[in-house]
Every structure is written in C-alpha cells, then in structure tokens.
C-alpha cells in the first residue's frame, strides 16, 4: 500500500524562491523532504494558497509529488489578514480529497496557520497529525519582541501541542522550548534536524567561484537571506565597521526581492552612512542553483541573527566548505561545531565576531582545516538520511501496513 500524506503550507507556497519577502527555510525544508520522501515510496499532496493568478490548481513538483493551489482569500492578502480565511482554505481541501477519491494516511503541517487545518483535517479524515512549527512566536518574543500582530498565536501554538500526535522540531532548543510551554509529557516531540541538498550544495574551487562571479581577491564575507530585522543585518554592519577601514575585503548581502525592496535601501541608506558603501555589496536574491557559487567564493558566512529555529544558511554553507560564524541562538549551536566548523558566538558584540573573522582571514590552514570539517560534518545531515527518520517517525504513528 502506498502512503499518502497531505502536507499544508497554507501561508506561503513551497515552489516560491526563497530570500523574498517571507519565503525562506521552511519552504526549502518542505521540498526538499517531500522530493525526498516521494523517491522512497510516498505519494505527497502539498496545500497551499493560491498567490498568482496564472497559478495551476495542480503543479507537480516531481514525481508524486503536487502543489495544491487552494483559494485562501484575496492574492493581494496581507499576511495579517490569513487567519480569516483559514476555514474557506480548509473547506476547499476537503472538497479537493472528495473529488479526487484520495484516501489520505497521514497529514503534515507546516507553521501554526497550517497547524490549525491540519488539526481539523486530521479529525474528519481519523488520521495522524504531524506539525513542524519552524518557528515559535514565545522563541521570537523573546529574541526581539512583539511582532506578530495576531496577538493569540503563542496560545494557539501552546494548544495544538496538545492537540497534534506528533510534533517535529529541528533542534533539542526547540524541543524543550516546547516542553518547557506546554509543561507535559515530551513524548510526542522528536528532534529530526532539517537536511541539506548535497546534489545542489557541494565546493566549487574558490578561484573558480571567484571568476564566474567577477569577484576581486579581497576577502569576502558572505551574508545569505531574508532581509529582515531578526537576520541582525544591522549588527553585521556593525562588524564590519569593527575590522577597520584599512584591510581589504567586502561584505556580499544576498536577499531580497529588488533594489526597489523597501528594506534594501534602508539597508544601503544605513551602509552609507557608516561609510560602508564601497565595502557592502548588494547582490538581491538569487537562484538557489547559483548560491553555491557564492557561498564557495566567500572565505566565510555570517549569521548573526537573533533567532534561527534552524539554521538552513549555515549548513548550506558547510556543505560548500565554507566556515560559519554564527549567534549562539535557538538551533544554530545544534549545526555549528565551535572551533571545528566555524564559531558561535554567545555576545553581540562587534568587536568579538571582527576578531573570530580575523583568525579565519589570517590562518590558511585553519580556514582549511574547518573547510574539511564542514563538508564532512554537512554530509551526515544530507536529505537521504533525514527523510528516512521522517518517514520513521510517520510509521510510528500508522497501523502496520501491507507492503
């Protein structure tokens, strides 16, 4: 018999490019296991709203693996605003099962939103309910404060806790961050790290790297990601006007949609007026095929977020062989080998990550010697080996069934 799993993303559509506007890990994360899962049996339907109006009810996204394009209010929606058309979205799923004849074993949530359908289609469907948070709003609060202005989430999510038969969490952080809320049993919470695509994140030869991308030979510092104020772009600023103006290297800011990006020219306004503005570079977001390149171009990433449930940038990065130097925040200490694969860093202090930067800038052979480790350390987290622990995880809550 072959499983078939329901996933919902109801709030932002997985074939979305990631580095704009919401879109980041969590869509890579339900790709990438979905690809993953479909090559090793399972048939995966993904739910999500509809966002274009050119938009295909139904797109594959490989072999056994669709995109399901739901009306979940107006394309236009501010993200506030979803939670008013969760039960619109959840009535078309259900109407989508009862045309198609699906007979659905399992559903997979991904984000609260999505945790709330699942919640109802687990219940009219009798079926087990998986739910990746991949964030949570009391880990957020805590980093930067209020910004969810629908003020009930940390409540709901508390809730589903209760309600779901299994909840997935990348790191032991969030795992006992989770416990800590709900104050029960931890029983039905399982760490299962995210994975890395090592067919798509693999080195390239540095020089190499360098000459598709027209790069100089200054040393380069690699920032990947949303542009947003938990991604600490302010403070890496910080850092690099720590290193002085009188070594030669630049900083690459990949992410965003455009150099019309609201965000973008706050950040190159801010960059000018640190006098900066011949050191940062802004690249905008690119295609995830190309990120390699740059990753294996730059001597080393930054992440100096404030919060990061997981840490996809950095084990991208190791995967290239680049050293990472990290905030010791939510799951990045959980990918990052202090020392080993790069540094992690307990303070927010400019100085300090200016300091660990130098170390790597300055020691050939400690640059390559974490360059080994990543790549070694990035092959144990590979999607083949993490979808199997997922599609584990999904069996332990399924009769036995007949192969």
């Known amino acids: ?3 078939r799993v329901a996933m919902i993303s109801f709030h932002s559509c997985p074939a979305l490019a990631p580095g704009s506007g919401k879109v980041g890990g969590m869509n890579v994360y339900i790709t990438e ?3 993953e899962l479909s090559l090793l049996g399972l048939k995966i339907d993904i739910f999500t709203r509809n966002h274009l109006e050119f938009d295909q009810d139904v797109s594959f996204l490989g072999p056994n693996v669709r995109i399901v394009h739901l009306d979940g209010g107006p394309l236009d929606a501010e993200m506030d605003a979803f939670t008013g058309y969760i039960d619109g979205f959840y009535r078309e799923m259900v109407g989508f099962q009862y045309e198609q004849r699906i007979p659905y074993h399992l559903v997979h949530s991904h984000y609260w939103m999505s945790g709330l359908i699942g919640k109802e289609f687990s219940s009219i469907n009798r079926i087990p309910h998986v739910l990746n948070f991949h964030t949570l709003q009391h880990l957020k609060r805590k980093a930067i404060g209020p ?35 709900q104050r029960s049993s931890d029983k039905k919470i399982v760490v299962i790290p995210g994975g890395v695509n090592l ?10 790297a360098r000459d598709r991308l027209g790069i100089s030979d200054d040393k380069i510092i690699l920032f990947v990601g949303r542009l947003e104020p938990l991604k600490g772009i302010d403070f890496l600023f910080k850092v690099v006007e720590a290193l002085g103006r009188d070594r030669e ?3 690459l800011v990949v992410g965003g949609m455009s150099m019309c990006d609201p965000e973008v020219l706050r950040l190159k306004e801010l960059s000018g007026k640190m006098g900066l503005s011949e050191t940062v570079i802004f690249v905008n977001r690119v295609d995830r095929q190309e990120l390699p390149t740059y990753f294996s171009a730059a001597d080393v990433c930054l992440v100096p977020s404030y919060y990061e449930s997981f840490g996809l940038v950095a084990l991208e990065s ?11 925040v939510g799951g990045l200490p959980s990918l990052i080998k202090h020392g080993k694969t790069g540094f992690l860093m307990p303070w927010r202090c400019p100085e300090s990550y200016a300091d660990r930067l130098m170390m790597i800038f300055e020691s050939p052979q400690l640059s390559e010697t974490m360059r080994k480790t990543s790549i070694k350390y990035a092959t144990s987290l590979a999607w083949t080996k993490i979808a199997p622990l997922v599609l584990s995880a999904y069996e332990s809550l399924l009769p036995t069934r007949k192969s």
Do not use: W, Y
């Open 147 to 181: 910004q969810d202005s629908f003020n009930d989430r940390e409540r709901i999510e508390i809730d589903l806790v209760g309600l779901v038969d299994l909840v997935v969490t990348s790191s032991e952080h969030e795992r006992q961050a989770i416990i800590n809320l």
């Open 33 to 35: 296991l979905a690809k």
């Open 199 to 208: 067919s798509t994140f693999k080195p390239i030869e540095r020089q190499v």
């Open 1 to 3: 018999m072959v499983l």
């Open 249 to 251: 290297f630049k900083l």
């Open 318 to 328: 190791m995967a290239c062989g680049t050293p990472v130097i990290a905030s010791r």
